[in-house]
Nanobody, 114 residues
């Protein structure tokens, strides 16, 4: 199974981007899907997650600006990012979790210029 993420790019501060992630084959028994990011010299951090019960989590740093959505039947997850800030610059990774393993996408670069 491979996760293909897309939608990253270069945007000015205040702009928007929409990330998408789809699995190459069907994944069964998904518990949650989400997005993480990693900036240079920093640890990977959670950006947004959505459970199969549709519980959604955001860290305070993106709350009110980012929106996660997902189609569990199609194994796809999206991240709408608005009001982007330079500190949002990072490589963004999608993740799909089942009861026995996590699947990670290859990462897509998001760069926000000031």
């Amino acid at each position: 199974v491979q996760l293909q993420a897309s939608g990253g790019g270069l945007v000015q501060a205040g702009g928007s981007l929409r990330l998408s992630c789809a699995a190459s084959t069907k994944i069964f028994d998904i518990n949650a899907m989400g997005w993480h990011r990693q900036a240079p010299g920093k640890e990977r951090e959670l950006v947004a997650s959505i459970s199969s019960g549709l519980n959604i989590r955001y860290p305070d740093s993106v709350k009110g600006r980012f929106t996660i959505s997902a189609d569990f039947a199609k194994n796809t997850v999206y991240l709408q990012m608005n009001s982007l800030k330079p500190e949002d610059t990072a490589v963004y990774y999608c993740k799909i979790s089942t009861g026995w393993r996590n699947y990670w996408g290859q990462g897509t670069q998001v760069t926000v210029s000031s």
